[in-house]
């Protein structure tokens, strides 16, 4: 007689911070497209139940890292943000970012650069970066909603094996790492790793 089956281990809640930085689209002159692509992919590519806290704001340091700290404090283990990661005189969400930070993580940066790099050769303009502040990871994403899905996700070839891994296949380990929540991942949108030794069992 066959062992009967377990039941999968139900899926740790996860609260994540989305900001989309947009002067323009904070004062209403255009639709922010931003926030809806976050929350699309992370809905897509997460198991977990996951309450959003949504910001837009608009390109002002203090006012950046200030949503940043505000967000660390009610509990958010992940931030992503969107917009003002360029070398124009308003772009200054690096620097709001860094302001906030108690541990840079420059790896992220460097592998969004490499994706976009495959596409455009101005991803080299581009200034993301990652921190780490308290139990919170914190990633600033590019702008363009296409190109949010590309630096998270990856990219792939036709039969759908990575051919650049996106940033966020390390990111629920490094969420492990600093006292988070365990994050699981559809596969078919993005396969985390983590080390055998990391892996719950029963997952």
């Known amino acids: 007689m066959s062992e009967p089956e377990s039941a999968p281990l139900p899926c740790d809640p996860i609260t994540i911070g989305i900001v989309s ?34 910001r837009l704001i608009p ?15 009610a509990g958010c283990h992940l931030v992503l943000t969107t917009g003002g990661t360029g070398p124009a005189l308003r772009d200054v969400t690096p620097e709001a970012t860094l302001a906030v930070a108690d541990k840079e993580m420059p790896g992220f940066g460097e592998q969004m650069r490499q994706i976009s790099l495959k596409f455009v050769p101005t991803a080299i303009l581009s200034r993301q970066v990652a921190v780490i502040r308290g139990q919170c990871l914190i990633i600033n994403l590019p702008g363009q909603p296409k190109s949010i899905a590309e630096t998270l996700e990856g990219l792939k070839d036709d039969a759908g094996n990575a051919v650049v891994h996106g940033i966020f296949a ?13 994050m699981e991942t559809r596969p078919e949108v993005c396969k985390a790793f983590r080390p055998k030794s990391a892996i719950r069992p029963g997952r």
């Open 21 to 54: 930085i947009s002067d323009r689209a904070s004062t209403g002159v255009y639709e922010d497209k931003g926030l809806p692509a976050l929350q699309d992919w992370l809905s897509r590519a997460l198991l977990n139940p996951l309450h959003f806290e949504p």
């Open 170 to 182: 390390a990111v629920p380990y490094c969420v492990d790492l600093i006292g988070g929540p365990y």
């Open 59 to 73: 390109d002002e340091k203090e006012r950046i890292s200030a949503t940043l700290i505000e967000l660390v404090e």
